[in-house]
């Protein structure tokens, strides 16, 4: 298993629930994992993997609401793939940093804001 990227999803009108996906090349495909749900899919390119994943979760969420099992469908995946997500989100945010470092530089910026 090769990892790809770590991406954030959300569902359409309902953007506070943050869905976290792994994408992976396993042999010859490429596997779109939703760590939130452990529910995964796959495609012959990122595009196919994530639209197929699309689907998957719409039906895995469509069963859930109808049978009132929302206790059930939260599931979260492996920690081996939450380690992975992780660390190439870490990774991602280090090319940011990067990138602004040279504004930062020139900027001497001083002051910093909290959330």
Known sequence: ?????ALKGY???????????????????IVAR?????????????????????????DYLNYAIEKEAFDEIIDPDEEEFWKIYQKLELQNELMTFKKMAKTLRKENLREFAYA
């Open 1 to 5: 298993m090769k990892p790809l990227k």
């Open 11 to 29: 569902i359409k009108n309902f953007t506070k629930l943050e869905l976290h996906i792994l994408l992976t090349q396993e042999d010859d495909v």
């Open 34 to 58: 939703c760590l939130d749900f452990s529910v995964s899919s796959h495609g012959n390119n990122e595009k196919d993997a994530l639209d197929s994943l699309s689907e998957s979760l719409k």
